[in-house]
């Protein structure tokens, strides 16, 4: 326990000591506004990637509505920002809340379904709010809301993302994660050794929600405007990509693949017609040459010094595979 311990305290280290490289980097104007855009858009989307994963990678449920909980994070900690002058971190963090209430509300009802069902009705809860958003006026309407007080920082952003990641995997190591992997692996199993599989589901959704709806928030406050249309089923269909290209079920492989995407997304930017054709091109060759991902099922680890251990965990892990 004390070696986790230490090795847990110098991954935060390392963590702390990349986020002051890139301060300094900022401060002294080395970074354009362009990287630094780029590099606040990467902590956006490793947040959704890594809250993805836990719904879909860990738990086995093929959600593809994920953009909408982002919405109603950014729209609501916008709307509390620049109606009500609520302070900033209160207001995304009112956003995930939100978004994890909508989780609820949604996840009880559909994740009774499986596979393709389940996804049909996450889609169809994605397009809901943002046909939803697109009509009221209150919102923008088309228009979306603009004029954003741009509070996300390289700080800011940093710990928060620093805390989704670590709270995640913290998650997915704890019983409860063990339950949620035992869902995927086989649900009927599972709920015979008595896992209350349809708890566990939701749990997932809702903290999966949570974290996409402070992403959204974050968001909001980096691009100063936002509109139903940043929200569709592409939007949902990009985090899946970051999913599945890292590696399904590797926290590890959700941010190789939040970085490789936000990378292709800003290169790609004056070529919008081929991004998603690029996009597509990558996932079959990934699932011919590589189905497994990036880094397969690899977990998150800020360190890996400890072979003997690293080697002794799969070990284990593999013998209780079925």
């Known amino acids: 326990m004390k070696k986790i311990n230490k090795k847990f305290w110098l991954g935060i280290l390392i963590a702390l000591a990349f986020y002051g490289i890139v301060k300094v980097l900022l401060t002294t104007g080395v970074l354009s506004d362009v990287n630094q855009s ?23 449920q093929f959600s593809i509505g994920h953009a909408g909980f982002m ?27 939100l978004a994890a209430v909508f989780g609820v509300l949604i996840g009880m009802p559909t994740l009774r379904l499986n596979g393709d069902y389940l996804a049909i009705a996450t889609l169809g809860f994605g ?26 920082t390289w700080t800011m952003l940093f ?12 998650f997915i190591r704890s019983t409860h994660g063990r339950a949620c992997i035992a869902i995927r692996e086989n649900e009927i199993a599972a709920e015979a050794m008595g896992i209350n599989t349809t708890r566990y589901k939701i749990i997932a959704f809702t903290i ?15 691009f100063y405007v936002i509109t139903p249309g940043s929200f569709n089923f592409l939007k949902s269909f990009e985090i899946i990509v970051m999913v599945v290209l890292g590696g399904l079920g590797s926290t590890a492989g959700s941010i190789v693949g939040a970085v490789f995407v936000t990378l292709l997304y800003t290169y790609l930017r004056e070529f919008p017609e081929w991004r998603m054709i690029i996009y597509s091109i990558v996932l079959i060759l990934m699932m011919i040459f590589r189905p497994s991902g990036l880094l397969g099922v690899s977990k998150f680890s800020f360190f890996k010094f400890s072979k003997k251990e690293a080697k002794a965990n799969d070990a284990i892990e593999s013998s209780g595979t079925p």
């Not at 109606?83 to 809340?97: E, K, S, T």
């Not at 805390?163 to 995640?168: H, M, P, Y």
């Not at 992403?215 to 406050?221: I, V």
């Open 208 to 222: 999966g929600a949570l974290f996409a709806g402070m992403a959204g928030g974050l968001s909001a406050h980096t």
């Open 159 to 170: 710990f928060f993302t620093l805390i989704s990641v670590v709270l995640i995997n913290n």
């Open 38 to 60: 780029m590099l606040l858009l990467i902590g956006v989307n490793i947040m959704l990637a890594v809250s993805l994963n836990l719904i879909t990678g860990i738990t086995g």
């Open 71 to 97: 919405s109603v994070g950014a729209y609501t900690s916008a709307i509390l920002t620049l109606d009500y002058n609520v302070p900033f971190i209160p207001a995304i963090l009112a956003g995930g809340l």
């Open 127 to 152: 397009e809901i709010i943002r046909i939803i958003m697109l009509n009221t006026e209150y919102v923008g309407g088309a228009s979306g809301l603009s004029g954003i007080p741009a509070k996300t």
